[in-house]
């Protein structure tokens, strides 16, 4: 087995799957080569690297690969103006130097359609591999991947298995190469970043098992993160909240009108729309409520959605007003309501022949009331609490969240999403709001990968 980590000391043995492998003895002045795969922005990159340098290694990146135009200007703009390679799948791996370890947050668009169709059988049309590819030719020492939570259980057949059928094959896959391997999902809040966002996170080596528990929690709040005497916004929306609540009333608040609780905020609560009086307010809160219990899909006939319009003689059986089907037009016509028939899921043949479902209108049904539910046209759908921390953050999301700053309301800045992701501030992103949001939201939080990476040099022994 080639090893290319030139100063170590080689000994023989056999790991706990059985595989004979080369255990490795650095030396406190070892390179440490990798390659950086799935790129983006180089987050994995930089918690990697920190780990090294923090135990007086040097880390080398020797191949990097990315596809997205403004992934690579911001990677290139931080690491430095090298090459950095396009589509790995058009990489001959005989191109690609050798190396100690492999990163990559690999992409897993794939597994849904292998896993509904034939179950995941093997890796074969998935971006995974990739990864094993280079790994069964390259033979590094080890890596680090990192995905979503949600492949722990994807294609999951059998309730009573610890993992799903995708994960049970790629960590099957992984270990017959020779490798131990260990994952575990890990938060980010726990990890000194005011955000909730979990991640698996896969881990092997030759010859040494990775213990993923028990790492130092480190705790932040927003309030930590947050600039002041930025410029705030003045909108319908901003100026309608602000009529209605001081501005610490708005710590923590959703703007929405699809659901209810203590800690949302709908359009009829500040008039948005337009003004309405008391009754038509309670009509709302308890048309928003009623219209998801399932027995109104059985007395319809429908399959049940969630949201359903109902009739004047429908309403009327939990909200009683002698004037209902004024109130309720009235409302339709400032927009907090509409008139519509009610909508079921069918199965339509789309062009290249697959099936699809979509939502139709079953005309021959009566037309109800429902929620304006949709696609609003605000500014920001969440007000985050400074004292607590921010949700998950992807793309779509970092757009429509807004902070209180001093007397006023506006968007998170660039830094401070950095900040939450864990990059410093002199990570420069030289993007607009909407590119530099949609590549933080899709980032590896580099503080996790720095802990694992500090754990694996650790754990290899150098002195």
Not at 225 to 235: C, V
């Amino acid at each position: 087995m080639q090893q290319t980590l030139q100063t170590f000391a080689k000994t023989e043995k056999t790991n706990k799957n059985g595989f004979t492998v080369i255990s490795n003895m650095p030396t406190k002045t070892s390179d440490l080569k990798f390659i950086d795969l799935f790129a983006g922005i180089g987050g994995t990159r930089l918690g990697f690297e920190n780990a090294c340098k923090k135990n007086s290694i040097t880390p080398k990146c020797v191949f990097s690969s990315e596809i997205k135009p403004t992934a690579i200007k911001v990677y290139k703009s931080y690491f430095g103006d090298h090459q950095i390679h396009g589509d790995i799948t058009q990489i001959n791996t005989k191109n690609i130097p050798d190396f100690d370890f492999l990163l990559a947050g690999f992409p897993c668009q794939a597994f849904s359609s292998a896993g509904k169709r034939q179950g995941f059988l093997d890796t074969r049309g998935t971006l995974f591999f990739e990864v094993e590819r280079i790994l069964r030719e390259k033979n590094p020492t080890g890596f680090i991947l990192e995905n979503v939570e949600g492949l722990v259980n994807h294609d999951k057949i059998d309730k009573s298995k610890k993992n799903g059928r995708t994960l049970e094959t790629i960590l099957g896959t992984l270990n017959n190469m020779g490798y131990i391997t260990n994952y575990k999902i890990l938060n980010t809040k726990n990890f000194g970043l005011a955000q909730n966002r979990k991640r698996i996170f896969i881990v092997g080596l030759k010859d040494k098992n990775i213990n993923l528990d028990d790492f130092q929690k480190k705790k932040s709040a927003l309030k930590d993160i947050l600039e002041n005497g930025l410029p705030t916004i003045e909108s319908k929306l901003t100026k309608a909240l602000l009529n209605y609540y001081n501005i610490e009333q708005l710590q923590g608040k959703a703007i929405k009108d699809k659901r209810g609780g203590k800690d949302n905020i709908h359009s009829w609560d500040i008039a948005l729309k337009g003004k309405i009086t008391d009754e038509q307010k309670n009509l709302l809160n308890a048309l928003l409520k009623e219209r998801r219990k399932k027995h109104w899909a059985e007395k319809k006939g429908i399959k049940w959605m969630d949201g359903m319009p109902l009739t004047v003689s429908e309403i009327s059986t939990f909200f009683n007003s002698k004037n209902l089907i004024n109130l309720l037009d009235d409302l339709v016509k400032k927009g907090y309501l509409k008139h519509e028939h009610p909508k079921e899921l069918v199965s339509k043949t789309i062009a290249n022949g697959n099936n699809v479902l979509v939502r139709e209108y079953r005309q021959e049904k009566e037309k109800g009331y429902n929620i304006v539910a949709g696609k609003l046209s605000f500014e920001f759908s969440k007000i985050l609490d400074s004292e607590s921390i921010a949700p998950t953050l992807v793309a779509t999301d970092l757009s429509k969240l807004a902070v209180t700053d001093n007397s006023g309301l506006r968007k998170l800045s660039i830094t401070e999403a950095k900040r939450l992701f864990g990059f410093p501030d002199d990570f420069n992103i030289e993007l607009n709001e909407s590119d530099a949001f949609d590549l933080l939201g899709n980032t590896v939080a580099p503080p996790i990968i720095e802990a694992i990476q500090d754990r694996i040099i650790k754990e290899l022994g150098f002195k």
